[in-house]
C-alpha cells in the first residue's frame, strides 16, 4: 500500500514503458509509486526493474553511487494523493487513457504535472476531456527509458507554463535532455518510425525477404542501431498495432493500416520480446 506522505511521482501502467520509466526514476534516486490494474503486472515489473537497475548501471547509465529510490506498487490510483508529478503508460487506447487521467486528477489535485507517454495520440484530445486540461503534456520516453537520454516533448494547445515546469523539473532529476515538438498524431518520431516498421512486416508478409534479412539489411547498408523488426519485437507488437491504428485515425493515410502480417502475430499472442516470440524468439525476457 504507497504511503502519500513521501510520495512525489508515480507511474500508471506497468507494462514495458511503465516498467522502464520506474527503473530510470528509482535508478535516479525517486521514490516512485507504480500503478497498474493488473497485479500480475505489477509482480512481474518489480523482477523487470531489479534486473533493469542492474543493467543500467553495469552499462554506467544510470549512476552506480545514487542510491536506488523505494518503488511502491499499487492497484489503486486512490493510492496517488499526495503525488505531484504522474507519468500514464497505460494502453495506447484515447478512451482509457483519458478516464485513467480524469481519476489520477481527481484524486492527486490541479496543481499536479500530468505526463502521457502516449505514443500517437494527440496530447490536446485528452487534454480537452480532462477537468483542468492545463494540467497534460506529452512525453514520449523511447525504449528502454532507462537508457536512452533524448526525451520527445509534446507540448499541447492547453499546457499550461507551470505543467511545462513541472515537466523540466522532472526531466532534469532524471537527467534527461529534451526536444519540444508540436502537438499531432504520432508526433515526429512515431510519425516517421512505425510506417516503417508496418512496411518491414510487410515484406516478411510477402515473402520478399525474412525478418533476419530485412534487419541485416538496415543495418548493415543503412547504419540502423538495430533493424526495424527487432525494434518492432522491442516496441510490442500490440502496441505498435494500436499505435498504427491511432495514426490512421487520425490521418486517413493508408501506409498506417496495420499490415496482415502485424495483425496474425498480434492474434497469436507473438506480441515480441514481453512475450517470448514476435518476429524473433527470445529465450528469457525481462518485461
Ligand atoms: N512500447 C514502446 O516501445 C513504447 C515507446 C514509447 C511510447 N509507448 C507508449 O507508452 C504507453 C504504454 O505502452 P507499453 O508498451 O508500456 O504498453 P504495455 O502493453 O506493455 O503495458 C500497458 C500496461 O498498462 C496497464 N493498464 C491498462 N489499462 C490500465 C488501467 N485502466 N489502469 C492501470 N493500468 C492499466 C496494463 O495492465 C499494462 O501493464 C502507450 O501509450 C504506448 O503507445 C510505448
Redesign the pocket.
Known sequence: MADPEKSSLAV????????GITTLAAGSGLRVVL????QA?LDKARHTIAFQLRHARMMGALPADTEPGEVVTTTS?DDLSGVDTVVE????HKD??A??LTEVANVVGEDATLI??????PVDELADLLPQPGQLVGT????PAYLIDLVEVVQGRHTSAATVAGLRTLLGRLNRRAVVVRDSPGFVTSRLLHPMLNDAARLVGEQVATAEDVDALMVGCLGHRTGPLRTAD???L??LA??LVALYERTGEQRYLPCDQLLAKVRDGDLGY?SGSGFYQYRETLS
Open positions: 500508471v501502467g506497468a507494462g514495458v514503458m511503465g516498467t500503478v497498474d490494474n493488473d503486472a490510483v503508460a497505460i494502453f495506447e482509457t487513457k478516464k485513467v502521457t507517454n502516449t505514443s500517437g495520440i514520449h520516453f523511447m525504449n522491442l516496441i510490442g500490440d502496441n494500436d499505435s514481453k
